[in-house]
């Protein structure tokens, strides 16, 4: 089973920029589509942003669009949430997860494995 690893949390003013990495463990990365998704305290996790094995397809949440690029390295086994603009309201544990085949999706269940997280705290 592939293990998921996120790193790059941390406590950035709001405004500022953060990158999240989550490296993949295991040899068939790029047969999986990934996503991020995001819990802040009391509320349920929430979908972030999901891109395709390819790179070619992605979806964000309409909260974070404009602000949040996905990516991945295929050849480093890795995806990537780029954080800019950063609200206090992003504030959460952040976690990618993977999901066998081509196309993301936005559905929590449609996902398979996932890391253990990486807090994320913006202050105002």
């Known amino acids: 089973q592939v293990q998921l690893v996120e790193s790059g949390g941390g406590l950035v003013q709001a405004g500022g920029s953060l990158r999240l990495s989550c490296a993949a463990s295991?040899?068939?990365?790029?047969?999986?589509?990934m996503g991020w998704f995001r819990q802040a305290p009391g509320k349920e996790r929430e979908f972030v942003a999901a891109?395709?094995?390819?790179?070619?397809?992605?979806y964000y949440a309409d909260s974070v669009k404009g602000r949040f690029t996905i990516s991945r390295d295929n050849a480093k086994n890795t995806v990537y949430l780029q954080m800019s603009s950063l609200k206090p309201e992003d504030t959460a544990a952040y976690f990618c997860?993977?999901?066998?085949?081509?196309?993301?999706?936005?559905?929590?269940?449609?996902?398979?494995?996932w890391g253990q997280g990486t807090q994320v705290t913006v202050s105002s």
């Open positions: 997860a993977e999901r066998f085949g081509s196309l993301p999706t936005m559905r929590l269940g449609d996902f398979s494995s």
């Open positions: 295991g040899r068939f990365f790029s047969n999986y589509a």
């Open positions: 891109i395709s094995t390819s790179g070619g397809s992605i």
